[in-house]
């Protein structure tokens, strides 16, 4: 099956892309039985268009000498002419009804496979993602809240372990969306909403918001990395440690503005007093992919634009342009970059 | 008892014949010249024409916007227009698209072509159909005046809350999207009143509902579901505004409002909006395929159940836009279900089509063409639905720009290739000319090329999971080459309508003189001169079966005995079309577009403040109280045919 979708989009792979945002990864529990139920539908489809489009063809060679001639039929005459198709309309039309049946069952049964619950025994892991306009906020909830962990615009998953992610939103329609996972779940203000998520091979996967939420919707993007059970535990391991004090002179300028100024009345970074909450949390934000909800790779040239300017980044977003100066950029920049 | 004679009716005047009627009926019937007779006019030729070249006009503006965008999706991150304007521009082509374009122009071809199909001389309610023009130019030029003043709506053509509301878009951008939404409301469930009016009662005698025109019967579908689905996106832009004006808090969920709905509301008006821009195309279909096929379409009942149930059905599928709201999931299979049904009765109808050209002789004329455009591409938008209405394939496909591609192969497919071909069928009925057949197989060409290419890569976009509605992408997913032909089909596509419009100008002024059934059709509307007179027909015709012009005799019978020397209708019952009384109709006035503009700038003000309500109240009440005046005893009756 798989293989099948594989040609029938062969076209799209000649570009030679990369799949990391795409339908046809089937990466998850979910995006494999997309594609499955995606080819099912794609035969039937291509079978009732060749249908349709041979019929037509036949209809344009059939009378194609006796244009002339002959005046139109009126009523009477026409309905006699129409009895040898009474058959073949009911056909057709038992026809569709069947097809269209085996669809509807097809799509049931996937549809009830998703809605599976992971089996009782096994581990599961409990991600609370919050949608603001435009970044993800993801916190990891354990048993002992001491463990719990929280990032943004990233979200890290180990293969094979179901993942129960709470969706909320705090100020417009969001859509959770990482295609090579599973399908799309609207995060709706003053309501929950929940995804289960089964990723089952490692690998770096992007996912978007898929519902516009303003202005920079097209900027709303998060970075799902599935590692091996052992990776992720590192990782994890790594999150929970509270930010390191700063070690050069630079760093400590750039610690000293980043917690005493603008920055620390939006942004967190745990072991330090910076604790803003509506900003996305910076404990480890140099360890990450991307800068701004995925605007950027995170590179050391990006963070300085980024910090330099947010608005000319990405215009419109929630964080003002400061003005910071020249000694207080690079203050800053080394610091964040600290930050692993 | 005393037996009356005929020449003691007090009725039986005068009787006109031959030239000397129709210069009588064309002294009543016609409007004053020049611009005053422009503006009083309650001809529905007149407002027909005015609202069809006004909605295509739409469709050519909001086709700019799209040119913009495309030119910016071209490549990745390209940074010709802001991510605000990009916002803007997408929100203006979707409302002008499927508000001032798509649902308006079905509308006008039902205004200028049912009256002449069922053989009546005006519509029903005339006046009220000329205000449907005013209110409807007035919603589309609040719209994009205010675009050029840079208050264009940014929300998307669905609104959604709360990034619509208040808190998140403050400024009157979504105010003007909705007051736009209550103009073109007004306007068209005005022009569905009177459509289902004419339709039911004016029919000419023996024209009973199982010999209607097809045409007419999905105009007379798609008003009834004009009227039955308006309220509801009427509740919901009214909870909107008063949201944001008043301080209501419908859709505040901190205030125990509801986001969700919002979507309910405005999806029970949005789906079935769909059916109401597509079935008119069914009927411009059936009438080509019969005329260019010389036969009746197959299965005339089938097809009206067909056409019935697609407006039934078109109310219990909205669900399916709000798969991914995570409702109940249970629930969901019931619109799985319901949406794939619509596959049967449009699949019966295609059927229903091609074996017309099977069986019959089709002459593949421009018109024709268009029809095979339509059906290949409708089948592809018809199969693509079928796989949105699963909820597993939903749930990845939604918001995506497969869904772009959806939708534009179904309302572009489904109704536009129908309306071009539909224009250039009824060309010489409207205008008295024909269009030129070689520029409209170039025309044809073109833009069924150039909406392929420019669409069909959409699907690869949207697997490979581009969502819409983006102002750019980055590089490296593998977009790249699928935006790039689907901005190269645009501008094809574009060259395509640019050749139409050139075709439909050059041919307005050059083109061959028309008579009055150039096609050889088989319907009323072929059986009057080209253009029509300002008075239809001369008599109004009787009709003994569903193809009055193709039934072997010389002469299509009439009726005669209504009056000449003031405007008159006959209407007749409303199954059997049997002839009942005689209805006097009203005369041109210029107080439709008074009370039309009282009603502008009521509601143009009502964005500022809730006592424009109040206020203006008092001049669009004496407006209207003028427009209803009582006109006195009818004048004794001198003249009949």
């Given at each position: 099956m798989r293989r099948c979708l594989t040609a029938l989009l062969a076209l799209a792979a000649l570009g030679g892309c990369d799949t990391v945002q795409s339908m046809t990864g089937g990466d998850g529990r979910d995006g494999a039985l997309f594609n499955q139920l995606f080819t099912i539908f794609m035969i039937v489809a291509l079978l009732a268009l060749a249908a349709v489009l041979a019929f037509l063809a036949a209809a344009y060679y059939r009378r194609r000498d006796a244009r002339e001639g002959a005046p139109p039929e009126g009523d009477g005459e026409a309905e006699r002419g129409e009895q040898p198709y009474r058959p073949l309309?009911?056909?057709?039309?038992?026809?569709?009804?069947?097809?269209?049946?085996?669809?509807?069952?097809?799509?049931?049964?996937?549809?009830?496979?998703?809605?599976?619950?992971?089996?009782?025994?096994?581990?599961?892991?409990?991600?609370?993602?919050?949608?603001?306009?435009?970044?993800?906020?993801?916190?990891?909830?354990?048993?002992?809240?001491?463990?719990?962990?929280?990032?943004?615009?990233?979200?890290?998953?180990?293969?094979?372990?179901?993942?129960?992610?709470?969706?909320?939103?705090?100020?417009?329609?969001?859509?959770?969306?990482?295609?090579?996972?599973?399908?799309?779940?609207?995060?709706?203000?003053?309501?929950?909403?929940?995804?289960?998520?089964?990723?089952?091979?490692?690998?770096?996967?992007?996912?978007?918001?898929?519902?516009?939420?303003?202005?920079?919707?097209?900027?709303?993007?998060?970075?799902?990395?599935?590692?091996?059970?052992m990776d992720f535990a590192r990782w994890m391991a790594a999150q929970a440690v509270p930010a390191p004090p700063p070690a050069t002179p630079l760093a400590k300028a750039g610690f000293d503005y980043v917690t005493n100024r603008e920055c620390a009345s939006c942004h967190n970074i745990v072991g330090t007093p910076a604790s803003g909450q509506v900003g996305p949390d910076l404990t480890h934000v140099a360890a990450r992919k991307s800068i701004g909800a995925g605007t950027f790779p995170m590179t050391r040239g990006h963070l300085y634009a980024w910090v330099a300017d947010p608005q000319g980044a990405k215009p419109g977003n929630n964080m003002p342009y400061i003005g910071l100066e020249a000694d207080e950029l690079h203050a800053v920049v080394a610091y964040l970059e600290t930050l692993k | 008892m005393s037996v009356l004679s005929a020449k003691d009716l007090p009725r039986d005047g005068e009787r006109l014949k031959g030239a000397a009627l129709h210069k009588r009926l064309d002294k009543t019937w016609r409007r004053p010249p020049g611009l005053w007779g422009q503006l009083i006019t309650v001809d529905h030729k007149d407002i027909g024409r005015r609202y069809i070249v006004t909605a295509m006009g739409f469709l050519v503006l909001g086709g700019i916007l799209s040119l913009i965008m495309r030119t910016q999706l071209a490549t990745p991150e390209s940074g010709l227009i802001t991510p605000q304007r990009y916002a803007e521009l997408f929100t203006m082509h979707g409302t002008t698209m499927m508000f001032l374009f798509a649902v308006p122009v079905m509308e006008a071809m039902a205004v200028f072509l049912v009256p002449l199909m069922i053989g009546t001389r005006a519509m029903a309610f005339p006046r009220l159909n000329a205000f449907s023009y005013w209110i409807y130019l007035a919603g589309g030029c609040l719209l994009w005046i205010a675009f050029l003043l840079n208050m264009a709506p940014d929300a998307g053509w669905f609104s959604y809350v709360p990034l619509s509301g208040p808190e998140f878009s403050p400024g009157k951008r979504t105010d003007v999207w909705a007051q736009m939404v209550t103009f073109t409301e007004v306007a068209a469930l005005a022009v569905s009143v009177e459509l289902v009016a004419t339709i039911l009662k004016q029919r000419a005698p023996g024209m009973t509902l199982a010999r209607m025109p097809l045409f007419v019967w999905v105009s007379l579908i798609t008003s009834l579901m004009v009227i039955f689905s308006m309220p509801a996106v009427t509740l919901a832009s009214s909870f909107l505004l008063s949201d944001r004006l008043v301080g209501t808090q419908f859709y505040n969920p901190f205030e125990h409002g509801d986001a969700l709905l919002w979507q309910h509301l405005f999806w029970f008006f949005g789906h079935p909006e769909v059916y109401i821009i597509f079935l008119p195309g069914v009927g411009f279909v059936s009438h080509i395929v019969e005329t260019f096929c010389r036969r009746p379409v197959l299965f005339y009942p089938v097809m009206v159940l067909a056409m019935v149930s697609i407006g039934l059905l078109a109310f219990g599928l909205w669900v399916h836009h709000m798969f991914a709201t995570g409702l109940p999931r249970l629930g969901y299979s019931f619109y799985t279900a319901a949406s794939m049904t619509v596959a049967i009765p449009s699949g019966i109808q295609i059927f229903c089509w091609i074996a017309t050209?099977?069986?019959?002789?089709?002459?593949?004329?421009?018109?024709?063409?268009?029809?095979?455009?339509?059906?290949?591409?409708?089948?592809?938008?018809?199969?693509?639905?079928?796989?949105?209405?699963?909820?597993?394939?939903?749930?990845?496909?939604?918001?995506?720009?497969?869904?772009?591609?959806?939708?534009?192969?179904?309302?572009?497919?489904?109704?536009?290739?129908?309306?071009?071909?539909?224009?250039?069928?009824?060309?010489?009925?409207?205008?008295?000319?024909?269009?030129?057949?070689?520029?409209?197989?170039?025309?044809?060409?073109?833009?069924?090329?150039?909406?392929?290419?420019?669409?069909?890569p959409m699907h690869w976009s949207g697997i490979l999971g581009m969502p819409r509605r983006v102002y750019t992408y980055p590089e490296g997913l593998g977009w790249e080459n699928t935006n790039l032909l689907s901005t190269l089909g645009a501008f094809v596509l574009a060259t395509g309508v640019l050749l139409f419009a050139m075709n439909a100008l050059l041919s307005l002024r050059r083109g061959a003189t028309a008579d009055d059934n150039p096609w050889g059709g088989s319907g009323l509307e072929w059986a009057t001169?080209?253009?029509?007179?300002?008075?239809?027909?001369?008599?109004?015709?009787?009709?003994?079966?569903?193809?009055?012009?193709?039934?072997?005799?010389?002469?299509?019978?009439?009726?005669?005995?209504?009056?000449?020397?003031?405007?008159?209708?006959?209407?007749?019952?409303?199954?059997?079309?049997?002839?009942?009384?005689?209805?006097?109709?009203?005369?041109?006035?210029?107080?439709?577009?008074?009370?039309?503009?009282?009603?502008?700038?009521?509601?143009?003000?009502?964005?500022?403040?809730?006592?424009?309500?109040?206020?203006?109240?008092?001049?669009?009440?004496?407006?209207?109280?003028a427009w209803f005046w009582p006109k006195g005893p009818p004048t004794p009756e001198p003249v009949i045919e």
């Open positions: 309309l009911i056909g057709w039309a038992a026809l569709i009804a069947l097809g269209l049946a085996g669809l509807t069952l097809a799509s049931y049964f996937t549809d009830r496979g998703m809605a599976r619950p992971p089996p009782p025994d096994r581990p599961v892991l409990s991600v609370e993602i919050v949608a603001n306009q435009w970044w993800w906020d993801v916190r990891y909830h354990f048993f002992d809240h001491s463990k719990n962990i929280r990032t943004a615009n990233e979200l890290h998953l180990p293969a094979g372990v179901p993942a129960m992610v709470t969706l909320r939103s705090n100020d417009v329609i969001h859509s959770f969306w990482v295609p090579n996972l599973a399908g799309k779940q609207d995060l709706i203000p003053g309501r929950v909403t929940d995804i289960v998520l089964v990723p089952n091979k490692t690998g770096r996967f992007r996912g978007q918001c898929a519902e516009v939420c303003g202005v920079q919707h097209a900027h709303m993007a998060l970075d799902v990395i599935v590692d091996t059970p | 050209m099977w069986e019959g002789r089709p002459r593949w004329d421009t018109p024709l063409l268009y029809v095979a455009g339509f059906i290949f591409t409708f089948v592809i938008g018809g199969l693509t639905g079928v796989m949105l209405a699963s909820v597993p394939l939903d749930l990845q496909l939604h918001d995506t720009y497969f869904v772009v591609a959806h939708f534009h192969y179904v309302l572009i497919g489904g109704a536009v290739f129908p309306l071009l071909g539909a224009l250039t069928y009824w060309f010489p009925k409207i205008t008295g000319r024909m269009m030129s057949e070689r520029l409209g197989k170039w025309t044809f060409w073109t833009i069924f090329l150039g909406f392929q290419l420019g669409f069909a001169s080209s253009p029509p007179a300002s008075y239809n027909f001369a008599h109004i015709p009787v009709v003994e079966s569903r193809t009055p012009l193709w039934d072997g005799r010389d002469h299509l019978p009439v009726m005669t005995g209504l009056r000449v020397d003031d405007k008159e209708l006959l209407l007749t019952s409303v199954i059997e079309a049997k002839p009942d009384i005689r209805e006097p109709s009203p005369k041109p006035t210029i107080w439709p577009l008074i009370a039309a503009l009282a009603t502008t700038t009521m509601f143009v003000c009502s964005m500022f403040t809730p006592w424009a309500v109040v206020a203006g109240a008092v001049p669009t009440a004496a407006a209207l109280i």
